[in-house]
């Protein structure tokens, strides 16, 4: 593994912080009604793509996740500003404003969404694998999904194959205790999610997904396996959302008191607390990268805000091959 130095840590305080507080921004202007339709943040669960990126080969390997999509692609090397204005529905935006919150997406940078379907990119994650396999790229696939998406029958037919077939793909479970409203006690006999990884003799085991050390050291390990030619492995990141599952989620189902318990452990707060005691960087460096996230979020928000809305021709022809639209072309006038 890369070794994990006082840059590494410095690195992963700026960049947790920006998506951090790119998402707040995100609610905001959400709660503006310049962002529509359905918006799921990350809070809290940043570490995992922090450690997981330390492990990674980016150029090389690929991720793919669910909704909750907008800073992993700005991990991968995507440019903030265009996933900004994607959110906002703008012809600048990483798909042109037709996509927005749950369907972001780079094939430049290999981040392959954003899918709204729960569990419909895990099947997507093997493919993909199975494509780098046959091609004999090198490339590995990280497959995230959320604790309620592996109740979907597809993740065990994904697993079987995976598994049979040696795919280059780390199953990535993203707990945060929640589908939707509903707990993980609640949707299955057993609560240690990554046991499932047994039933198809796949290395698979536990992380702390609150801590980018943890996760980085595993996913290296999952990955560094997966690259030899050794197939798939399925971990279950145990972490917490402070936000809803989405903006519309009242919060009925757990305590304030839980989720301030929970940000004791803040995978941005611990890292800062690190830096600080092993004298990484002073508390005045530690502001000034503070001033620094604060007005790369700005120059997102005044790009988004300045961009135009794509024209009317642009939904067509992302869906029609055909340039007359013969059937459709009466709707243009």
């Known amino acids: 593994m890369k070794k994990i ?5 410095v690195d992963w305080y700026s960049n947790m912080l920006f998506w951090r507080k790119f998402e707040d921004k995100l609610a905001a202007v959400y709660i503006q009604q310049k962002v529509r339709g359905f918006l799921h943040l990350y809070n809290g669960q940043e570490a995992i793509l922090a450690g997981s990126l330390h492990a990674m080969e980016l150029g090389k390997d690929r991720m793919i996740t669910a909704y909750r999509n907008h800073v ?9 500003k265009r996933v900004m204005a994607e959110l906002y529905g703008k012809a600048t935006g990483t798909s042109n404003g037709l996509g927005g919150s749950m369907h972001i997406f780079s094939k430049e940078f290999k981040f392959h969404g954003g899918h709204g379907i729960v569990g419909g990119q895990i099947p997507l994650g093997a493919g993909m694998a199975f494509g ?12 995230c999904m959320g604790d309620g998406a592996v109740r979907q029958g597809s993740l065990h037919e994904t697993l079987n194959l995976a598994t049979l077939w040696k795919l280059p793909v780390v199953f990535v479970v993203e ?3 929640y ?15 990554w046991k499932l990884g047994l039933g198809y003799e796949m290395p698979c085991g536990p992380v702390d997904g609150m801590d980018p050390v943890a996760v980085a ?12 030619g050794n197939g798939p492995t399925f971990l279950e990141m145990k972490t917490y959302r402070y936000r809803g599952h989405s903006m519309s989620d009242a919060q009925h189902y757990r305590t304030k008191q839980e989720v301030e318990e929970y940000k004791k452990i803040d995978p ?18 530690l502001d000034a990268i503070e001033l620094d996230v604060k007005a790369r979020v700005a120059e997102c928000e005044k790009f988004a805000e300045e961009s135009p809305y794509p024209e009317k021709e642009v939904m067509y022809d992302a869906v029609y091959e055909q340039t007359d639209y013969p059937f459709i072309k009466h709707k243009l006038s």
């Open 132 to 143: 780098d396999k046959y091609n004999n790229t090198g490339g590995v696939t990280i497959c």
């Open 72 to 80: 992993q692609p700005i991990g991968m090397g995507v440019d903030p």
């Open 217 to 228: 050291e595993a996913m290296d390990k999952a990955i560094k396996h997966a690259r030899k």
């Open 268 to 285: 941005i707060t611990q890292v800062k607390d690190i830096i600080l005691d092993k004298k990484y960087a002073t508390q005045s460096d």
């Open 5 to 9: 130095t006082k840059q590494t840590y």
């Open 175 to 177: 707990n945060n205790g």
């Open 179 to 193: 589908a939707m409203g509903t707990s993980v006690a609640r949707t299955a006999s057993h609560e240690e999610i």
